[in-house]
């Protein structure tokens, strides 16, 4: 199947810090999409990007469709405790064999108080 | 009404029992989809029903059985189920099935197979 590299696979930070991680493909995607999962709950769309070059933000979080529409990143500024949790890129690979979302493996947050 | 609901939450059941996981949402969303998790991994897609039909089997063995009764509801059907099954199931559902949207997933069912 599709494969999104997503990175860091974890990070330890503290409160007030910024966050940065960023999902890259070897093909192109048409949309990219970011989710947040806490435990035992399901994944939370955070942000959707539908363009390349798009940048869109909710709040503290901003997100960037990649130019060669085979990345994005997504940047969490001042980090609170309450944004530890998984965070999930998403997308719609180019090609439409396959109709369905692909997940990147995810990155750990945790933020120190 | 912009939930996915999904029941029951917690299930138990040994490798002979036969059980049924649910999802209903109220949305009009018309693709309806079921992923499996396992702990520390992404979701992995499992079915989609794209109005009401199916339309995506990811070569999913033969012990899960989908039926999406209306555009409302989709079930899962679990029969001789093996430990290695256990995992957090989750529903999803979307406008449809083209790229143009992001899913809104349920809370999950946390299955353990004993």
């Known amino acids: 199947g599709q494969q999104l590299n997503q990175s860091p696979q974890s990070m330890f930070i503290q409160e007030g810090e910024d966050v940065s991680m960023n999902c890259t493909s070897s093909?192109?995607?048409?949309?990219w999409l970011w989710y947040k999962q806490d435990p035992g709950e399901g994944p939370v769309l955070l942000i959707a990007l539908y363009k390349a070059g798009e940048l869109t933000s909710n709040g503290r979080l901003t997100a960037q469709f990649g130019i060669t529409r085979k990345d994005s990143f997504l940047n969490i500024s001042a980090s609170i405790p309450s944004d530890v949790g998984i965070y999930f890129c998403a997308g719609h690979p180019w090609y439409t064999g396959r109709r369905a979302l692909t997940f990147g493996s995810g990155t750990r947050l945790q933020v120190q108080p | 009404d912009t939930e996915v609901t999904q029941t029951p939450k917690h299930l138990v059941m040994g490798m002979t029992n036969k059980k049924s996981l649910k999802c209903e949402q109220h949305m009009g969303h018309r693709a309806m989809y079921w992923y499996k998790q396992k702990a520390k991994k992404p979701p992995e897609l499992m079915f989609v029903y794209s109005y009401e039909k199916l339309s995506i089997n990811e070569s999913v063995p033969s012990r899960f059985s989908p039926e999406c009764p209306n555009s409302s509801l989709l079930n899962l059907h679990l029969h001789a189920l093996q430990p290695e099954d256990s995992a957090l199931y989750l529903c999803a559902s979307s406008q449809d099935q083209s790229q143009t949207y992001g899913y809104t997933f349920g809370s999950g069912t946390r299955l353990t197979v004993v």
């Open positions: 093909s192109i995607f048409n949309t």
